[in-house]
């Protein structure tokens, strides 16, 4: 039986699995205005707004891969002061998050199979 898991530190799992997808279509719509010549008919504030927004997206999206092995870490303390019966390896978990700071979507596979697991033994939500 799966039991209900509190913690919030998942959020910022999630947050890196979700943001980048966002944040890639923020940036084909500016990259799609920029080369297409659509800028001539859009407004300079819109054009500005949507640049402000991919450059503080981006700046959300590198803090919360910096936290996600940190987030991991909480996350299973937090699992495992419960008896959901799923003991995460930790160290599997934090080492995925580090070397994903060099290895592109690392992160995001191994936040997905973590938030996977954590949803099939303790009922994420």
Do not use: C
């Not at 010549?37 to 981006?58: F, K, Q």
């Not at 910096?66 to 080492?95: C, R, T």
Request: hydrophobic residues 55%.
């Amino acid at each position: 039986m799966a039991s209900q898991a509190e913690s919030r530190w998942w959020y910022f799992i999630a947050g890196v699995i979700v943001l980048p997808v966002i944040w890639f279509v923020l940036f084909s719509i500016v990259l799609s205005i920029l080369f297409t010549g659509v800028d001539r008919i859009i407004t300079a504030e819109l054009v500005s707004i949507l640049y402000n927004m991919l450059a503080l997206g981006g700046v959300i999206i590198f803090l919360l891969v910096l936290m996600f092995p940190i987030a991991i870490y909480q996350d299973q303390k937090h699992i495992q002061k419960e008896e959901s019966g799923w003991q995460p390896n930790i160290v599997l978990y934090i080492l995925g998050g580090i070397l994903g700071f060099g290895i592109p979507l690392l992160q995001q596979i191994v936040g997905f199979i973590y938030l996977y697991k954590r949803h099939k033994y303790s009922m994420l939500l």
